[in-house]
């Protein structure tokens, strides 16, 4: 499990196409510090498994086709900035809230509103994930914790305080960029019940 606080940004230095996969070696000195063999990393909100690493600093990964038709990894290059995150241990302080590093969609940047004080983000939301994003709610975008602070009909929008642009990669991004979105696991499971009670009802 994660809390979406981005411990560092990566940089992808290697990019291998495999059959129905791809292999990817991430610069993160961070992360690495005391990452083993089969640790979990979330690369831009990617849970993924440490299959090697480097003693300068870097992992590799391995990336099932699963995963890349269902979040933006596949159109990752070398060279691109990442956000890392650790899994979080048992007795870690929690920052951000609950991410699970399952990416449920991705989503489109489609405005960039700078203030004086911080940007506003405004994303496209696909249609099936529509119902479980609520303003002041959590959400996950490229594995950043981040609180919902408007939503329209097919988008929502996150304020970004310099401290988050400056620290991950939402600092760089830019309209017409994919986004990874995970939405708040606790309103998934919520739907999962009452649907199944309500079911159940009518039996």
Sequence with gaps: MFTGIVEECGTITAKEELVDAARFTVRGPTVTGDAGFGDSIAVNGVCLT?????????????????????????????GATVNLERAMRADGRFGGHIVQGH??????????????????????????????????????????????????????????????????????AKVGNPVNLEVDVIAKYVERLTSTAAQAGNE
């Design 103 to 172: 990416v449920d969609g991705v989503g489109e940047i489609t405005a960039i509103s700078p203030t004086e004080n911080w940007t506003v983000v405004r994303i496209a939301i696909p249609e099936s994930l529509r119902r479980y994003i609520v303003e002041k709610g959590s959400i996950t975008v490229d594995g950043v914790s981040l609180t919902v602070s408007a939503i329209g009909a097919d988008w929502f929008e996150i304020s970004l305080i310099p401290t988050t642009l400056a620290h991950t990669n939402l600092g760089q």
């Design 50 to 78: 440490v299959t090697e690493l480097t003693e300068d600093g870097e992992f590799a990964v391995d990336v099932m086709a699963e995963t890349l038709r269902r979040s933006s990894l596949a159109d990752l290059g070398v």
